[in-house]
């Protein structure tokens, strides 16, 4: 079948990949790839700013690559947040549904991530300046609680092959893999969901994230953060850091399924990350996933009944119930750098009971924020995710059809940036 290509778009060759660009978008230079695609930045002409470009890597192979395309497309059409990356544009070379074959969605470009400036200091201010971003994107009210199987909200998986390079098939680690001889809790777990799922003001979306991370939180040298809700494609050595990275910022009742979990597990996330930046060091450095509760146990303390009630699990139960009382630990000794503010709100989301622990709508009246709060930019979603195609059982033309059909009626959206700026510089 020949290919007719539209009217304004040329074609260059990108990290040995073709790319069919509008002539707005100029100078793309490889950033990076992955399993579902490659990203590229390039220059707005209209606007003279930088741009991520990315291209899906055969996105009609099949009705599941079909399907994972055509949510990738409406999940970053649904994210309209200043602090998530979502979609300013979406475009294909094809003049005809008969000819289209490619298309690619243009999101903001930011210069770097959490992960790789880790390394550096941080002061107190700017460690709250960039939490509090972070709490603004994942504002909860009204969202939908859990994933499949739990409430109903939407879930974005990641896969095993690398972190950042998101996939919409149910990936699952069978409990069985975990080897740890004479291990109730071990021989009890049930199969771990890998989760990684939109993050925003996303909680009032009905979507939640459940594996927020340090390479997941974009910033720019301005201090400005957002959350990464797919993952931009990366290197070769940031992507096969698997599920090891992963798991040290992963909420302990995602980790183990061993209770009822809602929104407040990208809570925990953040305090990890917080915790990160207060000190340079992983606060929960597990070598495995009964290892990564070991750590964790250490600073929470060995929970007493009310909480081993709650769990779900008959192993987890046994297991926590066969362990020495242990103490929580003072964080103002944990954190002995931190201001009482940060070491209390710290305490408040790095609580292990789901139930106590702190809500981001909490988390940002919390008084470490009092310098940069400003309640009328804490937005919420005006509506919950359309997720109505779901369960639909549809052919690859069909969802090629519905793609299309949102490519061909789509408008560039105007982003919605802060009214202020911190004047804060991340070097």
């Not at 990160?276 to 290892?291: I, P």
Request: charged content about 25%; proline content about 4%.
């Amino acid at each position: 079948m020949s290919f007719t290509r539209k009217k304004g778009f040329y074609r260059q060759d990108v990290n040995k990949t073709a790319w069919e660009l509008p002539k707005t978008y100029v100078s793309p230079t490889h950033v990076g790839s992955g399993a579902y695609g490659a990203v590229c930045c390039a220059i707005d002409k209209r606007s003279g700013e930088k741009v991520a470009i990315k291209k899906l890597s055969r996105p009609f192979q099949s009705e599941i690559f079909a399907k994972r395309a055509y949510r990738e497309l409406q999940l970053l059409k649904h994210m309209q947040h200043e602090n998530v990356i979502g979609l300013l544009d979406v475009f294909t070379p094809a003049s005809s549904l008969r000819s289209f074959h490619d298309f690619y969605l243009v999101m903001p470009f930011m210069q770097t991530d959490l992960q790789k400036i880790m390394g550096m200091e941080f002061s107190e201010d700017k460690i709250q300046y960039l939490v509090y971003q972070m709490l603004k994107g994942l504002k909860v009210h009204g969202g939908r609680e859990g994933g499949w199987g739990v409430g109903g909200a939407l879930v974005w998986r990641t896969e095993a092959v690398g972190a950042g390079r998101a996939q919409w098939d149910r990936v699952e680690e069978s409990g069985a893999s975990l080897k740890h001889s004479g291990s109730k809790l071990a021989a009890g777990l049930i199969s771990l969901s890998l989760s990684l799922s939109l993050s925003q003001y996303i909680h009032s979306a009905g979507v939640v994230h459940r594996d927020l991370k340090p390479g997941n939180l974009a910033v720019n040298e301005d201090c400005e953060l957002k959350i990464l809700d797919f993952g931009l494609a990366r290197h070769a050595d940031a992507e096969m850091t698997g599920y090891v990275v992963t798991r040290w910022y992963r909420a302990p009742e995602v980790i183990l399924s061993w209770m009822h979990y809602n929104q407040t597990v990208d809570i925990w996330s953040v305090g990890c990350i917080m915790a990160e930046m207060l000190t340079g060091k992983t606060l929960f450095k597990g070598k495995d996933y009964l290892d990564q509760l070991s750590q964790i146990l250490k600073v929470t303390g060995v929970p007493g009944a009310e909480f081993v009630q709650k769990l779900n699990d008959k192993a987890a139960k046994s297991y926590i119930q066969a362990l020495p009382q242990s103490p929580k630990k003072d964080f103002s000794q944990l954190f002995p750098c931190a201001s009482p503010q940060a070491t209390d709100l710290l305490e408040k989301m790095l609580e292990l009971d789901v139930d106590k622990r702190l809500t981001a709508s909490q988390a940002l009246a919390h008084p470490f924020f009092e310098p940069f709060r400003d309640p009328e930019e804490e937005t919420e979603a005006s509506q919950p995710f359309n997720d109505s195609l779901e369960h639909e059982k549809l052919t690859v033309d069909e969802w090629k059809q519905h793609i299309y059909k949102e490519i061909v009626n789509f408008s560039p959206i105007a982003r919605k940036d802060s009214r202020r700026r911190s004047g804060m510089k991340l070097q």
